[in-house]
């Protein structure tokens, strides 16, 4: 692959994907020899350190850490002030971690952490080269009512105006407007058909400061960061082909680590949207993914429902679904999806919210999407 | 502080993290950040973690002659400074001091 040019897995993503100055950062961020350098002088061509949108400047901690200071130079300084910047907005993110999980475990509730504080303390083996806007906490959907009210008791308070009862998480926020999404399930029913109470169930022990805590498994991060960042037009989509190319460079066992992949995928009828998302990283980043699990997720079953979504995302369009959405929570729940059902649950989200916060959140989302269509 | 009775260890809870060779620090009880210089940085290396014995301010300044020439008056002066700072900061913290010889408690070692 020729650096600079644009690949075919690249352009299977479409406008999901990393666009043309981000995809220059993540070759920056993640070969290791001259095309790295080369891809951050391109850069360097078309675009400001000053004037760069939010989801290239996340890149930038981790471009610093992996280049010479030779092809640095000048702007070397400042781009380890961003590191030391962003190392230090991760310790507060980890003590609100900390404060979160002892209220969660004092009640006997033990969450499970995902994506970036679960990879910014395993994959991400330089200090200060991941950003994370929050912290992800998963605690089930059994746990997910009392865990919010916990919170919230504990001084927390719910800072999402958007959230209602067919999403996943819930945003809390502390005294110091740390975040911390509260998570029913970890992408079901937004991505997934069915909810992922295995990933749940073969979480294992985890270390943050002196939080003891459990993450999710690294095969099932993987493909938590591939649909995150792939399906929703996020701020922070830009992230994931680096968690990517860190995750599949700690494999101690690679046999057993993609059959996981291939397992989780499957499971929740994903396979082929993880496949593309890989085979972009193994062609353009040099990611280490076997060809045969690539082609054993191509080959994998897809959701009908995430067919028409992917579909859509590759185009720059990304629909809530919130019908589907609960369409999947009654059915998960043994009951039978109806009208009423859907409006009763959206009523009583308008009801106890307002219409005004509502509005305020379709607003923010609305100038969020053009934002990031405008972007350079 | 006079260098020679007094011993220090990292403060308990602290955050620290090596970035482009320079470590970078959060106290605990205030949460503010520091940045470490080279020299900082081999300080901050040569402390032992909380909870075990100190060492003095003469044993660092053994180590870091080592490194850098300069005069050992100058090269205490400045490390009882830089620790005095580090307790004020409260990613340093007084300890009781290793059981030494008497050499290096003079400062004599290297």
New interface residues.
């Given amino acids: 692959m020729k650096s600079g040019a644009i690949s075919a897995e690249l352009r299977r993503l479409g406008r999901a994907g990393p666009n043309v100055g981000e995809m220059e950062l993540l070759r920056a961020a993640t070969l290791s020899d001259e095309r790295a350098a080369s891809a951050w002088r391109r850069w360097l061509t078309e675009f400001d350190i000053d004037d760069a949108y939010h989801r290239s400047t996340d890149l930038l901690p981790m471009i610093v850490a992996n280049l010479d200071s030779d092809v640095l130079g000048d702007d070397r300084g400042r781009l380890n002030g961003i590191r030391r910047r962003l190392w230090a907005d991760n310790q507060f993110g980890f003590i609100a971690l900390g404060d979160a999980v002892a209220v969660l475990d004092a009640a006997g509730i033990a969450p499970v952490l995902a994506k970036g504080a679960a990879l910014a303390t395993t994959v991400y083996r330089k200090a200060g080269t991941r950003a994370m806007a929050d912290v992800d906490l998963i605690v089930g959907p059994g746990h997910f009512d009392r865990a919010v009210e916990l919170l919230v008791a504990a001084g927390w308070r719910r800072v999402d105006a958007v959230e209602g009862p067919f999403f996943h998480a819930v945003a809390l926020a502390n005294a110091q407007n740390r975040q911390v999404d509260v998570h029913r399930w970890v992408m079901f029913p937004r991505f997934t058909p069915v909810p992922e109470q295995s990933w749940l169930d073969r979480a294992v022990p985890h270390q943050v400061g002196a939080t003891h805590i459990l993450r999710l498994t690294s095969s099932d991060e993987l493909v938590l960061a591939v649909l995150h960042g792939l399906l929703t037009n996020s701020s922070s989509a830009s992230r994931w082909p680096v968690d990517v190319v860190l995750l599949s460079r700690a494999i101690d066992d690679p046999g057993s680590f993609w059959a996981a992949v291939i397992d989780a995928a499957t499971e929740l009828q994903v396979g082929p949207v993880v496949a593309d998302a890989l085979a972009m990283c193994a062609a353009e980043l040099d990611a280490a993914v076997p060809a045969e699990a690539i082609d054993d997720l191509r080959a994998a079953p897809l959701d009908r429902g995430l067919a028409v979504h992917w579909a859509l995302c590759r185009r720059g369009v990304t629909l809530e679904w919130r019908m589907r959405r609960y369409a999947r929570i009654a059915r998960s729940q043994g009951r039978t999806p109806s009208p009423w059902g859907y409006v009763g649950g959206r009523a009583e989200a308008l009801r106890t919210r307002g219409m005004r916060s509502v509005v305020n959140g379709r607003v923010a989302r609305v100038r969020q999407i053009v934002t990031d269509r405008t972007r350079r | 502080m006079t260098g020679q009775s007094v011993c220090f260890t990292r403060a308990e ?1 602290v ?1 620290a ?4 060779g320079e470590i ?1 620090l ?1 106290a605990p009880a205030d ?1 503010r ?1 520091f ?1 470490l210089n080279r020299t900082g940085t081999q300080v901050w290396e040569l402390l032992p973690p909380p909870d075990s014995a100190g060492v003095t301010p003469d044993h660092l300044v053994g180590s870091l002659m080592d490194t850098y020439h300069v005069q050992q008056s100058v090269c205490l002066a400045e490390v009882t400074q830089l620790l005095a700072a580090m307790v004020d900061a409260g990613v340093a913290s007084p300890a009781a001091c290793a059981t030494m010889s008497t050499d290096e408690e003079r400062g004599d070692i290297g």
């Fill in positions: 809870g955050a993290a090596e970035i482009d970078v959060m949460r950040c940045g």
